[in-house]
């Protein structure tokens, strides 16, 4: 004769079973109210204006960059650097050393240079970043890409943006700096072809100022005449 296999009335294995129902409801339940309540909590910061507190999945968020909001979804690791070239489409600042060496990916917050491979893009949000986008275009160069231009000051471009970047928060603080100055001020950023005669001369003329350094290759000799 068949035994009935099934626990009676009220007895311990079927408690416990009702337990682990219970407890996995309340899991996905809670997991779910949570990502909920945080995208909720994002969206109502932002749409207040102020900082969101995000974390620990993904949430939609923005960052003013060279004047414009700029929707990404952010985790708690992405870096600045990450979400302006691979989220915001903004391919100024350069991915080289990713460990503050290089300067490659300087950008200014809040007009001072920082190194956007080291910094949150979530400690960036509400602050004012400028790019070398925001510096000057092709149609409408900031004098120090002029400058640059007419100095021969880079070969493969690659710690240009950077470059460029430090410059203008030096210029925008010392409108006249010496060679002392520009040399201090562009210590972060590594040429590895080795340009900088040619930076530190238009970073001099770009202020006014005659260049003094002998370039190392074509460009204006110091004379200003072309080499
Ligand atoms: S890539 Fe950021 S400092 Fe080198
Ligand atoms: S121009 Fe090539 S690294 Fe500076």
Do not use: W
Not at 59 to 81: C, F, H, K, M, W
Not at 82 to 91: F, G, K, S, V, Y
Not at 179 to 202: H, K, M, Q, V, W
Request: aromatic letters at 2%; hydrophobic letters at 35%.
């Amino acid at each position: 004769m068949p035994q009935d296999s099934s626990p009676p009335p009220g007895s311990s294995r079927k408690r416990d079973v009702s337990r682990r129902l219970f407890l996995q409801t309340i899991g996905i339940s809670a997991a779910t109210a949570a990502a909920e309540g945080q995208a909720a909590n994002a969206d109502a910061a932002l749409n207040a204006g102020e900082p969101a507190i995000i974390g620990p999945k993904p949430a939609r968020t923005s960052l003013q960059v060279n004047g414009e909001n700029l929707d990404y979804i952010a985790e708690p690791a992405t870096t600045l650097l990450e979400a302006l070239r691979e989220q915001c489409n903004i391919t100024g600042p350069k991915e080289v050393c990713d460990r503050a060496a290089c300067g490659g990916c300087t950008v200014l917050v809040d007009d001072r240079p920082v190194a956007s491979c080291m910094m949150l893009a979530l400690d960036a949000t509400g602050r004012k970043i400028t790019t070398v986008e925001g510096i000057g275009t092709i149609d409408n160069p900031d004098p120090l890409q002029v400058a640059m231009a007419e100095f021969d000051a880079m070969q493969c471009g690659f710690c240009t943006p950077g470059v460029v970047t430090s410059a203008k928060a030096l210029l925008d603080h010392n409108p006249r700096p010496n060679l002392d100055e520009i040399r201090a001020a562009l210590s972060g950023n590594l040429c590895r072809c080795g340009t900088y005669p040619n930076i530190f001369n238009a970073v001099l003329v770009a202020s006014g100022q005659a260049p003094v350094v002998e370039p190392t290759d074509r460009g204006r000799s110091v004379s200003g005449e072309q080499a």
